[in-house]
């Protein structure tokens, strides 16, 4: 297998055994283009907003998932939010003001970093709508997802204190439903959308992954995880199966510097190597597997394949940053999309109106002394 070529070396092409499974019920041009194309109704569109690791590179976000959905409501979900995944989302040109539907799969800084910008920046860049975060709780409620949100907004008061009398605050809070770590259980119905969680074993208790169903399509993402059974029923029947995958341990070791035995317990314990991704993508067969959470390093993707081709025989993608998947009744197309990397965010509709909260803070007294008064400067 050879030919593959990732983004950060001019490729334009999904890294994929087959980009296109099923037949298209309509032609798509080769690269995405963000906002050219509408989402057919029945479809499910899934982008990878950070396809990466928690040591995040210029080629690679850390860990999410966005996914949109054709409804009526073009509702807009995210499945973790990892450093330098909003940027991405920025150049999708999704509108940041649907961007209220967060679910987390656990609590590793490589899945929740974005989480700080979503709550405190994109207020600033005009969500006016709360948002809504979904996660597992905790054997011990500390850990759990009711303590992270509650935790982050008071880490926020300055930031929100920054904001009052001068920019609208109606979409700064954030309301948490911990969902069951124990067992599978339907955690969202609303506006055609299905939405299930299932625990999988990641270090400690209280990891999940998420399940989507929408108008006969469904869409199933890992999280972190190591091969589970809980996601071999949950995934059962699924379109896209995006399941975490790990370089062999070796090759970990080599390319992040670890002593072998470390990079074994993580590769092994933590997590999923690709030849046991390919075991559970078999358990599954998806119409189309992704392989997500993996150094995409020139050098390694011939052997993730390999890897992954020793126990699975389907369609495979190894996800990079904004790899795009299309799931429609008729076929799964896997894509990039090709951003503009100055994209500045897209604000779009909202449910709240516009309304300045309170008054801003008075100044300090010794500003009035330290402060230039460069406009009357100006020559
Ligand atoms: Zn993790
Ligand atoms: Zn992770």
């Not at 209220?100 to 994109?122: E, P, Q, R, W």
Request: with cysteine.
């Amino acid at each position: 297998m050879q030919g593959f070529v990732p983004t950060y070396l001019g490729g334009t092409s999904a890294l994929s055994t087959q980009a296109v499974v099923g037949s298209p019920e309509i032609e798509r041009d080769d690269v995405l283009i963000p906002a050219s194309e509408d989402l057919v109704e029945g479809e499910i569109r899934v982008s990878i907003l950070g396809s990466g690791l928690p040591w995040v590179t210029k080629a690679q976000a850390a860990g999410s998932v966005l996914v949109e959905v054709g409804n009526p409501e073009l509702d807009v979900f995210v499945l973790d939010l990892g450093a330098g995944s909003l940027a991405n989302f920025s150049g999708l040109r999704v509108p940041v003001t649907s961007l209220k539907n967060v679910f987390l799969t656990h609590l590793h800084a490589d899945h929740i970093a974005d989480y700080v910008t979503l709550m405190g920046s994109y207020v600033k860049a005009g969500r006016l709508d709360p948002v809504e975060v979904w996660g597992g709780g905790s054997d011990e409620p500390a850990m759990g997802l009711a303590a992270f949100v509650g935790l982050i907004e008071k880490a926020l008061a300055w930031d929100l204190e920054s904001m009052r009398g001068s920019i609208a605050t109606s979409g700064a809070p954030a309301t948490a439903y911990e969902v069951p770590f124990d067992r599978t259980e339907v955690i969202y119905e609303r506006s055609g959308v299905t939405i299930t969680s299932f625990p999988v074993i990641h270090v400690l208790n209280g990891a999940v992954g998420y399940r989507v169903d929408y108008a006969g399509q469904s869409v199933v993402f890992s999280g972190d995880t190591k091969p589970t059974m809980t996601l071999v029923e949950a995934a059962q029947g699924c379109d896209l199966l995006i399941h975490e995958t790990f370089l062999p341990p070796k090759i970990f070791a080599e390319l992040m510097s670890f002593p072998l035995e470390k990079a074994i317990f993580v590769v092994n314990e933590a997590h999923t190597p690709a030849n046991a991704a390919g075991i559970v993508f078999d358990m599954v067969q998806p119409r189309m597997a992704a392989m997500w959470h993996c150094h995409v390093v020139d050098d390694y993707i011939d052997a993730v394949f390999e890897d992954v081709a020793s126990t699975y025989s389907g369609p495979a993608t190894l996800c990079q940053d904004l790899t795009v998947f299309n799931v429609t009744p008729g076929a799964v197309v896997a894509r990039q999309a090709m951003v503009n990397p100055v994209q500045q965010a897209t604000i779009g509709p909202s449910d709240n109106e516009y309304a300045l909260d309170g008054k801003p803070h008075p100044n300090p007294a010794w500003w009035a002394d330290a402060a230039i008064d460069w406009q009357s400067m100006l020559k």
